[in-house]
T-cell receptor, first 117, second 109 residues
């Protein structure tokens, strides 16, 4: 289909290793978001890309977390020196450019489940 | 800062019961309001939304009305089904989406 896709769907890694998570947004969506969902908790905003503007990184929990986006397409979220508390589902979402009422409806990918041993 | 507060779960109901999941918000601007649903083993998906005061969002028998005077966006359904069992998230948007912590709904036959 033409939805948001993420890879890998599951990632198990050892503490201290680096991981890269990938998100392919819906074609034509200029806005892209990353969220983290810890077990039994709500969604925690991480970072937001909108077109060519500087990304909103206000939700990144530490300098071990970074994200890049190539134009208006794929994005990668990188976690360096992973810790056990990084274990969570990482969700990506995309939306059309926000209108006057705020951001557009976000469409979510299936997520990447990260387990840090 | 902007925030969303929703009732804690789980909410446990029998089939055909009436459902209300409370959601209130704090925002400095004029946000859009959303309900997202996460069915077991599936990704998050939009259930309904409202973009201004007094708007009513509706979908799949669910409704929520944007109440500016009470800063609320409560989710309701007149008769729940087992297939409605899921986690429901209230959210608001100004420049980004801010989610509540989610409410798990369990419907038994």
């Amino acid at each position: 289909g033409a939805g948001v896709s993420q890879s890998p769907s599951n990632k198990v890694t050892e503490k201290g290793k680096d991981v890269e998570l990938r998100c392919d947004p819906i074609s034509g969506h200029t806005a892209l978001y990353w969220y983290r969902q810890r077990l039994g908790q709500g969604l925690e905003f991480l970072i937001y890309f909108q077109g060519n503007s500087a990304p909103d990184k206000s939700g990144l929990p530490s300098d071990r977390f970074s994200a890049e986006r190539t134009g208006e397409s794929v994005s990668t979220l990188t976690i360096q020196r992973t810790q056990q508390e990084d274990s969570a589902v990482y969700l990506c979402a995309s939306s059309l450019e926000p209108g006057t009422s705020g951001i557009g409806t976000q469409y979510f990918g299936p997520g990447t489940r990260l387990t840090v041993l | 800062g902007d925030s969303v507060t929703q009732m804690e779960g789980p909410v446990t109901l029998s089939e055909e019961a009436f459902l209300t999941i409370n959601c209130t918000y704090t925002a400095t601007g004029y946000p859009s309001l959303f309900w997202y649903v996460q069915y077991p083993g599936e990704g998050l998906q939009l259930l309904l939304k409202a973009t201004k005061a007094d708007d009513k969002g509706s979908n799949k028998g669910f409704e929520a009305t944007y109440r500016k005077e009470t800063t609320s966006f409560h989710l309701e359904k007149g008769s729940v089904q087992v297939s409605d069992s899921a986690v429901y998230f209230c959210a608001l948007s100004t420049d980004k989406l801010i989610f509540g912590t989610g409410t798990r709904l369990q419907v038994f036959p």
